[in-house]
């Protein structure tokens, strides 16, 4: 069965203390891997796609990187306006885009 | 440009009754996706729409329906709600294979 897990569940971080989120899935012939920010009561943001082993995404403090069994949300000298839940999804196999996503890692970041 | 619009933003309903959810999707999108979000969890998909017809479905009961119109909006459709069914429903719309944008979804309360 096709699988996407998230750790940590939760993570507490001081502002600039850097830190790596991950996402791992047992997903074979995996079409992407995407990365959403979620705010509370919000729906996700989209924040970058991952097609292949070796690719690179960036976007302010965040940087997405992917292997061919797990993909990292690095977070550099995060602010508090980067907590949020981070969701982690990976595109099936398969004619149609369906999506199964991870249960998320909730980042809290101090001040 | 508007993003993707759901309505209602809240709604309650009693066990046994019918519920409707509409998404208006993004502009130049095509394709809407309906997810399931209990709290705590990642979305799970529900099903997808393209062309007025269904085209995939995830693992839920034939309670749950939908539609699509020829605008691209959709309905999600829930009958005989049970107290299981409480949680944020979104809306995700995309055009071809490119990433899904959420909407803020309806959040659903079964009494």
């Known amino acids: 069965e096709d699988q996407v897990t998230q750790s940590p569940e939760a993570l507490r971080l001081q502002e600039g203390e850097s830190s790596s989120l991950n996402c791992s899935y047992t997903?074979?012939?995996?079409?992407?891997l995407f990365w959403y920010r979620q705010d509370p009561g919000k729906g996700p943001e989209f924040l970058f796609t991952?097609?292949?082993a070796g690719e690179e995404k960036e976007k302010e403090r965040l940087k997405a990187t992917l292997t061919k069994k797990e993909s990292f949300l690095h977070i550099t000298a995060p602010k508090p306006e980067d907590s949020a839940t981070y969701l982690c999804?990976?595109?099936?196999?398969?004619?149609?885009?369906?999506?199964?996503f991870g249960t998320g890692t909730k980042l809290q970041v101090i001040p | 440009d508007a993003g993707v619009t759901q309505s209602p933003t809240h709604l309650i309903k009693t066990r046994g009754q019918q519920v409707t959810l509409r998404c208006s999707p993004k502009?130049?999108?095509?394709?809407v996706s309906w997810y399931q979000q209990a709290l705590g969890q990642g979305p799970q998909f529900i099903f997808q729409?393209?062309?007025?017809?269904?085209?995939q479905r995830g693992n839920f009961p034939d309670r749950f329906s939908g539609h699509q119109f020829p605008n691209y909006s959709s309905e999600l459709n829930v009958n005989a709600l049970l107290l299981g069914d409480s949680a944020l429903y979104l809306c995700?719309?995309?055009?071809?294979?490119?990433?899904?944008?959420f909407g803020d979804g309806t959040r659903l309360s079964i009494l």
């Open positions: 999804a990976v595109h099936l196999p398969g004619g149609y885009q369906k999506v199964t």
């Open positions: 997903v074979s012939g995996l079409r992407g």
């Open positions: 991952l097609y292949s």
């Open positions: 502009s130049g999108h095509d394709t």
């Open positions: 729409y393209y062309e007025e017809e269904e085209r």
């Open positions: 995700a719309s995309q055009r071809g294979n490119q990433p899904q944008h």
